[in-house]
């Protein structure tokens, strides 16, 4: 089974960067796909994006077009996740999740908070 | 992009009873609805894949089905572990995955 573990609790300012880890052991990360889903305090899941290591391939939901970049390093098995130009509204809880391509998360990180404010 | 509408958004019910619970998809799909739980303070967890199938150790009492745009999480004489959110994805769209709101089953 996949273990995913992530970075540690973030606190940023507006119009700064951030940038979330999630590093896999226990199971092939190169036969893995990896998405990013964050959650808002209070809110619902939201899917951010995703990357195929293996390719190198990202993918990003529209709302994330921009501002978001997901990379992944195959020397340690490790996602990321940059979100930039940070906003208050970016305050949530960010979750990695391991999937096969095209299918369900069936292994999550214990998400990393990032709070931003002035 | 594919919305998924859950509901109801709030659900309560006692321990022992039965809940059902409602995805809506705003366009036709194959099997590819997933459904997960969440706890306060706990990242979702794998209930059902391909609308239908247990995940890995998922007790008998969860089960899904549904087809087309109508999904639905049934769970039978609930425990007082299975208060909580639950959420639907699908993920036949790929790769553009959707959630759904999430229903918040609670205690009676």
């Known amino acids: 089974q996949l273990q995913l573990v992530q970075s540690g609790a973030e606190v940023k300012k507006p119009g700064s960067s951030v940038k979330v880890s999630c590093k896999a052991s226990?199971?092939?990360?190169?036969?893995?796909?990896f998405s990013w889903v964050r959650q808002a305090p209070g809110q619902g899941l939201e899917w951010m994006g995703g990357?195929?290591?293996?390719?190198?391939?990202?993918y990003y939901a529209q709302t994330s077009q921009g501002r978001v970049a997901i990379t992944a390093d195959g020397s340690t098995s490790t996602v990321y996740m940059e979100l930039s130009s940070l906003r208050s509204e970016d305050t949530a809880m960010y979750f990695c999740?391991?999937?096969?391509?095209?299918?369900?998360?069936?292994?999550w990180g214990q998400g990393t908070l990032v709070a931003v404010s002035s | 992009e594919i919305v998924m509408t859950q509901f109801p958004a709030t659900l309560s019910l006692s321990p022992g009873e039965s809940a059902t619970l409602s995805c809506r998809a705003s366009?036709?799909?194959?099997?590819?609805v997933a459904w997960y739980q969440q706890k306060p303070g706990q990242a979702p967890r794998l209930l059902i894949y391909?609308?239908?199938t247990r995940a890995t150790g998922i007790p008998a009492r969860f089960s899904g089905s549904g087809s087309g745009t109508e999904f639905t999480l049934t769970i039978s004489s609930l425990q007082s572990e299975d208060f909580a959110v639950y959420y639907c994805?699908?993920?036949?769209?790929?790769?553009?995955?959707?959630f759904g709101q999430g229903t918040k089953l609670e205690i009676k």
């Open positions: 391909g609308a239908a």
């Open positions: 226990g199971d092939t990360f190169s036969n893995s796909a």
């Open positions: 999740a391991r999937h096969l391509t095209g299918r369900y998360f069936n292994s």
């Open positions: 994805q699908q993920y036949d769209d790929w790769p553009l995955y959707t």
């Open positions: 366009q036709s799909l194959s099997s590819n």
């Open positions: 990357i195929i290591p293996v390719f190198g391939t990202t």
